[in-house]
């Protein structure tokens, strides 16, 4: 039986939560200036959910803010242990482990692969990069968010993929090269009969 080719997105698809604030939570050291730290981030998720700050500004914001003093070595230590302590879903435990455990995964994030990684052994992963300067991080290289999803998996020879499983809006150009799009809702899965049908549930 030939393998099919299944793509997932990760935050709130294969997880419960979106996983970047934990990451950070997690690496930065716990000193008095923490909760202030966190204040300030919360304000600015803020301003980015009213789009008055992009994703991307975010991000490194997080990077300066949380990690940029960690040493590279050190980073991806905590990476690895942060990575095991993320809640996975029945989308994940049923459908990436067992349903698809012997097809062709791909797991596309916009999150780091340095705590991303531990969790895929058997698939191709493509996520955002960080970017280290004086082996401590720096800011987001490549943003593996939206179009550029598609364009990281093109230059991976990857033009469609059998399945796709996404709970956001902005992997519609991942949905528009799957034959088969699933909504993911925590651990429900929609199956959408078309793009438009996945936009108008995506939306709501």
Do not use: W
């Not at 009213?50 to 590279?72: D, R, W």
């Not at 994940?92 to 067992?98: D, H, P, T, W």
């Not at 990857?158 to 796709?164: A, D, F, M, P």
């Not at 150009?173 to 936009?199: A, H, Q, T, W």
Request: with cysteine; glycine share 4%.
């Amino acid at each position: 039986m030939d393998k099919k080719r299944i793509l997932f997105d990760f935050d709130k698809t294969l997880t419960y939560d979106d996983s970047l604030l934990g990451f950070f939570a997690y690496c930065t050291p716990k000193g008095f200036l923490f909760p202030f730290k966190l204040l300030l981030y919360f304000v600015y998720m803020v301003l980015a959910k009213l789009k008055i700050k992009s994703i991307l500004s975010l991000k490194n914001f997080g990077i300066s803010l949380f990690i940029s003093g960690i040493e590279k070595e050190k980073l991806l230590k905590l990476s690895t242990e942060y990575a095991f302590r993320i809640k996975t879903n029945k989308v994940y435990k049923e459908m990436y482990k067992y349903e698809h455990k012997n097809d062709e995964k791909i797991v596309v994030s916009a999150s780091f692969s340095e705590y991303v990684k531990p969790l895929f052994p058997d698939a191709l992963l493509l996520c955002s990069e960080l970017i280290y300067k004086d082996n401590k991080p720096y800011k987001v290289g490549r943003h593996c968010f939206g179009k550029e999803k598609v364009k990281m998996l093109q230059e991976q020879g990857i033009e469609s993929v059998y399945e796709c499983y996404t709970d956001s809006l902005h992997d519609l150009p991942l949905i528009e090269m799957s034959l088969n799009k699933f909504l993911v809702r925590g651990d429900s899965i929609i199956r959408c009969m078309s793009v438009d049908e996945f936009r108008k549930l995506a939306a709501r």
